[in-house]
């Protein structure tokens, strides 16, 4: 499984940005995708993650801001980021699994600043 991360970008406080994550490769059957990310001198950390029954989980940071969503026609995962404010800075990772193996994708930097 092979993984592409976009829409990163540099934002205002209070901004917008929608994340994508496509995953490509031969027999995908992926059970659940997430997405991570990384702030500068901080470990990297669980942001959502969606199930394929499309159960979701979101960390408590980002509840009632961002929103993710599964498009599994065409294999691509979203991060709609609202409200974003400045320690939502981080380089953003989606991290796929399949039969008890997790696939990483390069990260896509968020920038929030003013």
């Known amino acids: 499984v092979q993984l592409q991360a976009s829409g990163g970008g540099l934002v205002q406080p209070g901004g917008s940005l929608r994340l994508s994550c496509a995953a490509s490769?031969?027999?995908?059957?992926?059970?659940?995708m997430g997405w991570y990310r990384q702030a500068p001198g901080k470990q990297r950390e669980l942001v959502t993650l969606?199930?394929?029954?499309?159960?979701?989980h979101y960390t408590d940071s980002v509840k009632g801001r961002f929103t993710t969503s599964w498009d599994d026609v065409k294999n691509i995962v979203y991060l709609q980021m609202n409200s974003l404010k400045s320690e939502d800075t981080a380089v953003y990772y989606c991290?796929?699994?399949?039969?008890?193996?997790?696939?990483w994708g390069l990260g896509t930097l968020v920038t929030v600043s003013s």
């Open positions: 969606i199930v394929r029954n499309g159960n979701t």
């Open positions: 991290k796929a699994a399949q039969s008890g193996l997790s696939f």
């Open positions: 490769g031969s027999g995908l059957s992926i059970n659940a």
